[in-house]
Nanobody, 124 residues
Framework: QVQLVESGGGLVQAGGSLRLSCVAS????????MGWFRQVPGKEREFVAN????????FYGDSVQGRFTISRDNAKNTVFLQMNNLKPEDTAVYYC?????????????????WGQGTQVTVSS
Protein backbone atom coordinates (compact mmCIF):
# COMPACT_ATOMS: atom_id res chain seq x y z
CA GLN A 1 0.00 0.00 0.00
CA VAL A 2 1.15 3.54 -0.69
CA GLN A 3 2.55 5.23 2.40
CA LEU A 4 2.95 8.98 2.79
CA VAL A 5 5.45 10.72 5.03
CA GLU A 6 5.27 14.46 5.66
CA SER A 7 8.21 16.54 6.78
CA GLY A 8 9.28 20.15 7.04
CA GLY A 9 7.10 21.34 9.87
CA GLY A 10 8.45 23.30 12.78
CA LEU A 11 8.27 26.50 14.78
CA VAL A 12 8.44 29.82 12.94
CA GLN A 13 7.59 33.43 13.68
CA ALA A 14 4.64 35.14 12.06
CA GLY A 15 5.58 36.29 8.59
CA GLY A 16 8.04 33.47 8.10
CA SER A 17 8.00 30.60 5.64
CA LEU A 18 8.11 26.82 5.66
CA ARG A 19 8.20 24.23 2.91
CA LEU A 20 6.46 20.95 3.62
CA SER A 21 7.23 17.77 1.74
CA CYS A 22 5.18 14.61 1.29
CA VAL A 23 7.11 11.60 0.03
CA ALA A 24 5.25 8.51 -1.13
CA SER A 25 6.62 4.99 -0.98
CA UNK A 26 5.26 1.57 -1.81
CA UNK A 27 3.74 2.75 -5.07
CA UNK A 28 3.56 5.63 -7.48
CA UNK A 29 1.32 8.63 -6.93
CA UNK A 30 1.89 10.00 -10.41
CA UNK A 31 -1.72 9.39 -11.42
CA UNK A 32 -3.28 10.47 -8.13
CA UNK A 33 -4.82 13.73 -7.13
CA MET A 34 -2.93 15.00 -4.10
CA GLY A 35 -3.82 17.44 -1.39
CA TRP A 36 -2.92 19.04 1.89
CA PHE A 37 -5.27 19.32 4.86
CA ARG A 38 -4.76 20.64 8.36
CA GLN A 39 -6.34 20.12 11.73
CA VAL A 40 -6.24 21.78 15.14
CA PRO A 41 -7.66 20.35 18.37
CA GLY A 42 -11.41 20.69 18.60
CA LYS A 43 -11.90 21.51 14.93
CA GLU A 44 -12.73 19.62 11.76
CA ARG A 45 -9.97 18.78 9.34
CA GLU A 46 -9.67 21.73 6.95
CA PHE A 47 -8.87 21.70 3.24
CA VAL A 48 -5.69 23.60 2.40
CA ALA A 49 -4.61 22.80 -1.16
CA ASN A 50 -5.22 20.42 -4.06
CA UNK A 51 -3.23 19.45 -7.13
CA UNK A 52 -4.06 17.13 -10.02
CA UNK A 53 -1.78 14.48 -11.43
CA UNK A 54 -0.20 16.73 -14.07
CA UNK A 55 0.16 19.77 -11.84
CA UNK A 56 -3.08 21.31 -13.03
CA UNK A 57 -6.27 21.54 -10.98
CA UNK A 58 -4.65 23.59 -8.24
CA PHE A 59 -7.07 24.95 -5.66
CA TYR A 60 -6.62 26.53 -2.25
CA GLY A 61 -8.67 27.15 0.81
CA ASP A 62 -9.76 30.74 1.22
CA SER A 63 -7.67 31.21 4.34
CA VAL A 64 -4.39 30.37 2.56
CA GLN A 65 -5.06 31.69 -0.95
CA GLY A 66 -2.20 33.88 -2.10
CA ARG A 67 0.15 32.68 0.62
CA PHE A 68 0.52 28.94 0.01
CA THR A 69 1.57 27.13 -3.16
CA ILE A 70 1.19 23.41 -3.84
CA SER A 71 3.42 21.64 -6.34
CA ARG A 72 4.50 18.12 -7.20
CA ASP A 73 7.41 16.25 -8.71
CA ASN A 74 6.13 12.93 -9.97
CA ALA A 75 9.63 11.72 -10.81
CA LYS A 76 10.44 12.03 -7.10
CA ASN A 77 7.03 10.77 -5.96
CA THR A 78 6.77 13.92 -3.88
CA VAL A 79 4.31 16.74 -3.24
CA PHE A 80 5.26 20.07 -1.69
CA LEU A 81 3.50 22.88 0.11
CA GLN A 82 5.30 26.21 0.15
CA MET A 83 3.89 28.33 2.96
CA ASN A 84 4.74 32.02 3.00
CA ASN A 85 3.67 34.88 5.26
CA LEU A 86 2.63 32.45 7.94
CA LYS A 87 0.13 33.55 10.55
CA PRO A 88 -0.53 32.21 14.06
CA GLU A 89 -3.87 30.86 12.83
CA ASP A 90 -1.94 28.59 10.45
CA THR A 91 -0.79 26.60 13.46
CA ALA A 92 -2.00 23.04 12.96
CA VAL A 93 -1.00 19.51 12.11
CA TYR A 94 -0.68 19.32 8.34
CA TYR A 95 -1.61 16.10 6.56
CA CYS A 96 -0.84 14.94 3.05
CA UNK A 97 -3.55 13.05 1.15
CA UNK A 98 -3.49 10.88 -1.97
CA UNK A 99 -6.67 9.89 -3.77
CA UNK A 100 -6.28 6.70 -5.82
CA UNK A 101 -9.79 7.14 -7.22
CA UNK A 102 -9.22 10.57 -8.73
CA UNK A 103 -6.62 12.16 -10.97
CA UNK A 104 -7.78 15.74 -10.47
CA UNK A 105 -9.42 16.45 -7.12
CA UNK A 106 -8.98 14.86 -3.71
CA UNK A 107 -12.29 14.01 -2.09
CA UNK A 108 -11.75 12.55 1.38
CA UNK A 109 -13.20 9.07 1.60
CA UNK A 110 -12.27 5.66 2.93
CA UNK A 111 -9.83 4.87 0.13
CA UNK A 112 -7.76 8.03 0.51
CA UNK A 113 -4.23 7.58 1.80
CA TRP A 114 -3.13 9.88 4.62
CA GLY A 115 0.26 10.71 6.01
CA GLN A 116 1.04 10.84 9.71
CA GLY A 117 1.04 14.62 9.81
CA THR A 118 3.65 17.24 10.57
CA GLN A 119 3.25 19.97 13.17
CA VAL A 120 3.44 23.61 12.11
CA THR A 121 3.53 26.19 14.88
CA VAL A 122 3.55 29.91 14.14
CA SER A 123 4.38 32.25 17.00
CA SER A 124 2.92 35.72 17.26
Amino acid sequence: QVQLVESGGGLVQAGGSLRLSCVASGGTISDYAMGWFRQVPGKEREFVANIGWSGSSTFYGDSVQGRFTISRDNAKNTVFLQMNNLKPEDTAVYYCAADPDSSAIVIPHANVHWGQGTQVTVSS
